[in-house]
């Protein structure tokens, strides 16, 4: 599973990098990375929670 990032609907509120803090980081420069983007099979389940809990629709994935 990959995870994508639409920048231009990111407001790196953090909410993913709640769920899954392996894979997602919100730097002091308040913008958020990706710190893994396939990151194996043990984070499937975080990676879909992410996505439905990103409140602008940002975070998508291909399996």
Known sequence: MKI???YDLCTSNAVCMGIA???FEVRDDGYMYI???EPGPAF???LREAV???PN???SISE
């Open 4 to 6: 994508h990032v639409n």
């Open 21 to 23: 803090p392996e894979v």
């Open 35 to 37: 710190l893994n983007d």
């Open 44 to 46: 499937d389940e975080r």
């Open 52 to 54: 439905a809990s990103c």
């Open 57 to 59: 629709g940002a975070l």
